[in-house]
């Protein structure tokens, strides 16, 4: 297994503006300062091999000396491991791993899913499901690869959507999460690596700890996606499997570009490498529908999609789908058959009654997401200052970057005042993202207005070390992990 490395010219970018002019800081510890931030917001992986002293002092600027002395320091505070043929690779003190998730408490207002509730629609779909259910019922039952009507219905989606798709290219499955563990138990053995967004959906990280393989983060640029960054990180692993979220990726709301996809389908070719690519939200765009799915420019048959009705319409309905080469769907079908014999069938049906009648409810579903949108970004605006967020172009969260890495006190404070949020953590690879929190706007506009100002009362106690955390100070960050 190779290590990951990166060179000096393009951690010197990373790092920026990191050195302050008539400061009284010593420069390691400035270098040091930097490069503990770049790895606590996932902008720098982990498992990375950090240059040379000679080379990074070369690039910065400085002595060999100065560079040792921040090594050094990083390797005291746990940021830094070194091993003798591997040089030095960056790492997480063990107290910042990433967070489990925590045990259901009703007595706290949750502000961490980000998930909309079940629209009118949902009781006449069932009941129409249940009017068309005697139809089926001298069959079996079993349909592993899904009814073939609602595979028909799926097809003609990604048809619309300049995708040529036929219904055996479909799986029915028990939603997207679902699906991505069929695809990993299908193409992974034990021990592969599968390169992933940084951050990303929790649930995929736990999928493919699950599935015994490591996820290698590829962080995201302040805009789009780093497709050179992660060509480069396919050819250093020489990773099989990629799992990434170009449609309103959760959690930050961007949507990738068409050039974007074009890019990463070549590359998947051209490695050798299967990328799952979610799709979950591809149907809530709030701004401009999304580019054509990146399947549309797969010549090799190395992209598999993954969608699902929990967004779009209800968490309660479990139907998802995969979309892949015919063949993988074949022996994903076969494969499925040792886990489970296929779908709820009356599910199935109210899915389809759904789908064949989708532009008479998501037109207003995207409304009422979008108001609440731009209530949760003007509220964030008046009440943190401070605090750094892009506009999501779709989806149901938004990003949030806070001044210093403090989101896990956060998190605790925040409990303090009954509210749940969710740390960036949660979406990292081994506990990065300490920086950030993921907010959603699935709530209606009343609730949204408790849980802000609940967060921001959270925030003074933080900020002030009036609760059962450290106050905050830029210069001394260890002791806020």
Same mark, same amino acid.
């Given at each position: 297994?190779?290590?990951?490395?990166?060179?000096?010219?393009?951690?010197?970018?990373?790092?920026?503006?990191?050195?302050?002019?008539?400061?009284?800081?010593?420069?390691? *510890?400035?270098?040091?300062?930097?490069?503990?931030?770049? /790895?606590?917001? $996932?902008?720098?992986?982990?498992? +990375?091999?950090?240059? $040379?002293?000679?080379?990074?002092?070369?690039?910065?600027?400085?002595?060999?000396?100065?560079?040792?002395?921040?090594?050094?320091?990083?390797?005291?505070?746990?940021?830094?491991?070194?091993?003798?043929?591997?040089?030095?690779?960056?790492?997480?003190?063990?107290?910042?791993?990433?967070?489990?998730?925590?045990?259901?408490?009703?007595?706290?207002?949750?502000?961490?899913?980000?998930?909309?509730?079940?629209?009118?629609?949902?009781?006449? &779909?069932?009941?129409?499901?249940?009017?068309?259910?005697? /139809?089926?019922?001298?069959?079996?039952?079993?349909?592993?690869?899904?009814?073939?009507?609602?595979?028909?219905?799926?097809?003609?989606?990604?048809?619309?959507? $300049?995708?040529?798709?036929?219904?055996?290219?479909?799986?029915?499955?028990?939603?997207?999460?679902?699906?991505?563990?069929?695809?990993?138990?299908?193409?992974? *053995?034990?021990?592969?690596?599968?390169? +992933?967004?940084?951050?990303?959906?929790?649930?995929?990280?736990?999928?493919?700890?699950?599935? !015994?393989?490591?996820?290698?983060?590829?962080?995201?640029?302040?805009?789009?996606?780093?497709?050179?960054?992660?060509?480069?990180?396919? *050819?250093?692993?020489?990773?099989?499997?990629?799992?990434?979220?170009?449609?309103?990726?959760?959690?930050?709301?961007?949507?990738?570009?068409?050039?974007?996809?074009? &890019?990463?389908?070549? #590359?998947?070719? =051209? *490695?050798?490498?299967?990328? /799952?690519?979610?799709?979950?939200?591809?149907?809530?765009?709030?701004?401009?529908?999304?580019?054509?799915?990146?399947?549309?420019?797969?010549?090799?048959?190395?992209?598999?999609?993954?969608?699902?009705?929990?967004?779009?319409?209800? @968490?309660?309905?479990?139907?998802?789908?995969?979309?892949?080469?015919?063949?993988?769907?074949?022996?994903?079908?076969?494969?499925?058959?040792?886990?489970?014999?296929? @779908?709820?069938?009356?599910?199935?049906?109210?899915?389809?009654?759904?789908?064949?009648?989708?532009?008479?409810?998501?037109?207003?579903?995207?409304?009422? #997401?979008?108001?609440?949108?731009?209530?949760?970004?003007?509220?964030?605006?008046?009440?943190?200052?401070?605090?750094?967020?892009?506009?999501?172009? @779709?989806?149901?969260?938004?990003?949030?970057?806070?001044?210093?890495?403090?989101?896990?006190?956060?998190? &605790?404070?925040?409990?303090?005042?009954?509210?749940?949020?969710?740390?960036? !953590?949660?979406?990292?690879?081994?506990? &990065?993202?300490?920086?950030?929190?993921?907010?959603?706007?699935?709530?209606?506009?009343?609730? #949204?207005?408790?849980?802000?100002?609940?967060?921001?009362?959270?925030?003074?106690?933080?900020?002030? $070390?009036?609760?059962?955390?450290?106050?905050? =100070?830029?210069?001394?960050?260890?002791?806020? #992990?």
């Amino acid at each position: 297994m190779s290590t990951r490395k990166i060179g000096p010219a393009s951690l010197a970018r990373l790092m920026g503006g990191w050195h302050r002019v008539g400061g009284k800081v010593p420069a390691y *510890r400035q270098i040091q300062h930097a490069l503990r931030l770049l /790895i606590l917001d $996932g902008r720098l992986p982990i498992g +990375v091999r950090l240059p $040379g002293e000679r080379h990074l002092a070369e690039v910065l600027g400085v002595s060999r000396t100065t560079i040792g002395a921040a090594y050094a320091g990083l390797r005291d505070l746990g940021f830094v491991v070194s091993r003798h043929g591997s040089g030095s690779l960056t790492r997480l003190p063990s107290e910042a791993k990433r967070l489990p998730d925590e045990a259901h408490d009703d007595s706290l207002m949750e502000f961490s899913i980000a998930a909309p509730p079940a629209p009118k629609e949902i009781h006449a &779909a069932y009941t129409s499901a249940l009017a068309e259910l005697p /139809i089926y019922l001298p069959a079996l039952g079993y349909e592993p690869a899904g009814l073939v009507g609602l595979r028909q219905v799926i097809a003609d989606r990604y048809v619309r959507r $300049g995708v040529p798709t036929a219904p055996d290219e479909i799986l029915v499955t028990q939603g997207a999460q679902h699906g991505l563990v069929l695809a990993l138990s299908l193409l992974s *053995r034990p021990g592969d690596q599968v390169v +992933v967004d940084q951050p990303t959906y929790p649930k995929a990280l736990d999928a493919i700890a699950n599935a !015994s393989c490591q996820a290698i983060p590829v962080p995201l640029p302040p805009s789009g996606w780093d497709i050179e960054m992660l060509d480069a990180t396919l *050819r250093q692993t020489g990773a099989r499997i990629s799992y990434l979220i170009p449609d309103f990726h959760n959690p930050s709301g961007r949507c990738m570009n068409e050039f974007s996809r074009a &890019a990463l389908a070549k #590359i998947m070719v =051209d *490695r050798g490498c299967n990328l /799952i690519v979610d799709e979950t939200m591809a149907d809530l765009w709030l701004d401009q529908g999304p580019p054509s799915p990146v399947a549309h420019f797969d010549r090799g048959g190395k992209i598999i999609s993954l969608g699902s009705m929990s967004k779009s319409y209800w @968490g309660g309905m479990r139907i998802g789908w995969v979309r892949a080469d015919r063949d993988i769907i074949r022996a994903m079908a076969l494969h499925r058959s040792s886990h489970d014999m296929g @779908g709820p069938v009356l599910e199935q049906l109210a899915a389809m009654s759904l789908l064949r009648n989708e532009e008479s409810s998501l037109p207003d579903k995207r409304d009422q #997401i979008r108001r609440q949108r731009d209530h949760l970004l003007a509220l964030l605006g008046r009440k943190f200052p401070d605090w750094n967020f892009e506009n999501p172009q @779709g989806g149901l969260s938004v990003w949030v970057e806070l001044p210093v890495p403090v989101a896990i006190a956060l998190t &605790a404070a925040a409990r303090e005042q009954g509210l749940r949020i969710a740390p960036g !953590s949660r979406f990292g690879v081994d506990g &990065a993202l300490n920086r950030f929190l993921r907010l959603p706007y699935s709530l209606p506009e009343s609730s #949204i207005d408790v849980a802000v100002e609940r967060l921001s009362c959270a925030w003074d106690n933080v900020a002030n $070390g009036k609760c059962r955390t450290t106050k905050l =100070d830029p210069d001394n960050l260890t002791s806020a #992990i």
